[in-house]
C-alpha cells in the first residue's frame, strides 16, 4: 500500500495572519481533501521573542473562519505530538545528539563580535560572507579552554563539500543548489532552541509528511533542509514551492497594498467563501473558463500541476468581484446578518431593534444587496435612508428641479400618493405610469426630478424601492425640502 499523503501548515505565530500564509494553507488543505490524505497544524514558535499565543490563537480562528479543519495538530492532537515546537525540544536534542555523534554536526564556540569580523573580512575580500568552519575540528583542549571562558556554542551543521543538492520541486521541477555556497549554519542556538531550517525537518519526517507546500520564500532554504534529511538518513519529501504575491503594481504585496491579514478582510465584512475562491486562484489556475467555486468545487478541482511558477499578482478588484458574486447569493436574513456590525459600527442601529423597526431595517439592508462588494461598504449605500439632510450632487441634478414641469408632477404625484391604499414598488410604478400618462411627460421628466428631490442624485436605488421604504411623509418633506433649497414653488 503506498503511504498516506500527508501535508502540514506549519505557520510562525509572530503577527497578524497574512493572505499569502492563508493561501498556503488552502492550498495544502485542498490538496490533503481532494486525496483523501491528512492535513496538520504544526506552531513554528522557535522565535521565542516574537512568537505569541495571541498569534497563534488568530492563526485558528482564521482557518476554521475560513472554513479549513485539521485532522492532526495543536488542540486536536494526534500520534506525533506535541505540535508546536517548543514543546518538542527533547526530540530535537535526539537528533543532535546523533547528528553530533556521526560527525554531522559540530559545537561551534564563536561569539557574535568573531563572527561578525569573520563576515566583514570575507565582504572586504569580495567573497560571500559564510561561516568558514573555524570550530569544525576543535582539540579537546580548545573546547575545554571555550568552556572554561564561560562560552557556551551553538550547534553548526557540517555541509559536505563539492556536493549538488537536487531539490525535486513540484511547481518549479529540479532546482540544483551547490553545498560550496552553503557555510556550516547553526541548527541549534546557543540557548538550546532549534533554528527553523533544523526543527522544520525533523518534525516533517517525524509526522511522516510526504509533500511539503509553501511558499516561494523558502525555498532557498531547501537545501539546507536536504542536507539534514539526508545525514540523519530520512526521506525527503515531495517538495511545492508556491509563487509570491504580488501587489498589483508587480512589487511584493504589504500594506502599501491595502489590507494584508485574513482578519482584516473578515472585518471589512468578505465572505470565507469569497476570500477562499479568490486566495485558491492565486497561484492556481482551474483547466477551464470557470472563475467561481464552492469549496466542495475546489477541492475536486485542485491540482498542484496547475500551480503557476510566476508570480501571483493580489487584484483587490477581482476580490470584489467574486466576493460581490457570493454576497448576492446570501439570502436576505443572511445578507442582514453580514451587514448587521457594519450598520452598528457605523451607528445605524444598536443590535437591539425589534417588531417594524428591526422589519424597516431589514428592507432598508436590503436594498444595498446587489450594489456593494463587501459588508463594510453596506453603511455608505444606505445611508441616504438615514439622514434626510442632503445637498445636490452638482449644478446638473440641481438644474433637473427648474423644468417647467416639475410643479406639476410633483403635485400630482402627492397626491396620489395620499390616495394610495397600499405604499409598495408595484403602486409606486403604478403612480408614475398614472402620472406619466395625465401629464403626457416621458418616463425620464418624471423620474428623474423626483429622484433629485428625494436625494440629491441622478443615479441611485429604484424609486419604487425606494418610497416604500421612506415612506410618504418623509417622502414628500424630503421632495419638498429639495423644492425649496432651488426655489421651486408648488
Ligand atoms: N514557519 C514557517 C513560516 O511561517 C513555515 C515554513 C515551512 O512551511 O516550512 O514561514
Known amino acids: 500500500m503506498s503511504k498516506q499523503i500527508k501535508v502540514r501548515f506549519a505557520p510562525s505565530p509572530t503577527g497578524p495572519f497574512h493572505i499569502g500564509g492563508a493561501r498556503s494553507a488552502l492550498f495544502n488543505w485542498l490538496f490533503a481533501r481532494k486525496v483523501g490524505g491528512k492535513f496538520v497544524l504544526r506552531i513554528e514558535d522557535t522565535d521565542l521573542e516574537r512568537s505569541t499565543r495571541e498569534s497563534e490563537e488568530n492563526i485558528k480562528k482564521a482557518l476554521k473562519w475560513l472554513g479549513m479543519d485539521w485532522d492532526e495538530g495543536i488542540d486536536v492532537g494526534g500520534d506525533n505530538g506535541p505540535y508546536r515546537q517548543t514543546e518538542r525540544l527533547d526530540i530535537y536534542n535526539k537528533y543532535t545528539e546523533k547528528l553530533i555523534a556521526d560527525g554531522h554536526a559540530y559545537y561551534c564556540y564563536c561569539t557574535d563580535e568573531e563572527l561578525e569580523a569573520e563576515r566583514q573580512a570575507l565582504i572586504a575580500d569580495s567573497k560571500m560572507p559564510r561561516y568558514m568552519g573555524k570550530c569544525r575540528d576543535l582539540t579537546s583542549e580548545q573546547i575545554e579552554q571555550y568552556k572554561a571562558e564561560g562560552r557556551k556554542p551553538t550547534v553548526r551543521f557540517r555541509v559536505p563539500a563539492d556536493k549538488q543538492i537536487v531539490v525535486n520541486d513540484l511547481v518549479r521541477g529540479d532546482v540544483v543548489f551547490e553545498s560550496n555556497g552553503i557555510g556550516d549554519y547553526v541548527i541549534v542556538k546557543s540557548d538550546g532552541i532549534p533554528t527553523y531550517n533544523y526543527a522544520v525537518v525533523i518534525d516533517d519526517s517525524t509526522m511522516e509528511i510526504t509533500h511539503v507546500i509553501r511558499a516561494e520564500e523558502h525555498l532557498s532554504n531547501t537545501p539546507r533542509q536536504c542536507l539534514i534529511y539526508d545525514a540523519l538518513g530520512f526521506e525527503r519529501p515531495i517538495f511545492g514551492h508556491i509563487s ?103 451607528g445605524y442601529m444598536t443590535g437591539d431593534e425589534t417588531g417594524e423597526k428591526l422589519e424597516w431595517l431589514k428592507s432598508v439592508v436590503a436594498t444595498a444587496k446587489e450594489h456593494i462588494s463587501y459588508g463594510a461598504q453596506i453603511p455608505a449605500a444606505v445611508a441616504m435612508y438615514f439622514s434626510d439632510d442632503f445637498g445636490f450632487e452638482n449644478d446638473e441634478a440641481a438644474a433637473v428641479l427648474k423644468e417647467e414641469s416639475v410643479p406639476t408632477v410633483m403635485n400630482m404625484l402627492f397626491a396620489e400618493l395620499h390616495a394610495l391604499e ?69
Open 244 to 346: 509570491l504575491i504580488l501587489g498589483k503594481d508587480h512589487t511584493k504585496m504589504s500594506k502599501r497594498h491595502g489590507a494584508t491579514s485574513v482578519d482584516q478582510y473578515r472585518q471589512l465584512g468578505y465572505l470565507p467563501e469569497g476570500l477562499n475562491n479568490f486566495l485558491a486562484l492565486l497561484g492556481w489556475s482551474p483547466s477551464g473558463e470557470q472563475e467561481l467555486f464552492t469549496i466542495e468545487e475546489l477541492i475536486q478541482e485542485f491540482s498542484m500541476d496547475h500551480v503557476a511558477k510566476n508570480p501571483a499578482v493580489f487584484d483587490v478588484d477581482k476580490l470584489n468581484w467574486i466576493n460581490q458574486q457570493y454576497m448576492r447569493k446570501l439570502s436576505a436574513e443572511e445578507f442582514f446578518e453580514t451587514a448587521k456590525p457594519h450598520m452598528i459600527e457605523a
Open 422 to 490: 397600499v405604499l409598495d414598488g408595484p403602486a409606486v410604478k403604478a403612480t408614475f405610469k398614472k402620472i406619466q400618462k395625465e401629464t403626457g411627460l416621458g418616463g425620464k421628466n418624471v423620474f428623474m426630478p423626483i429622484r433629485v428631490a428625494l436625494t440629491g442624485n441622478q443615479h441611485g436605488p429604484e424609486l419604487a424601492e425606494m418610497i416604500p421604504i421612506l415612506g410618504i411623509e418623509r417622502s414628500i418633506n424630503r421632495i419638498k425640502a429639495s423644492l425649496e433649497k432651488s426655489g421651486v414653488s408648488l
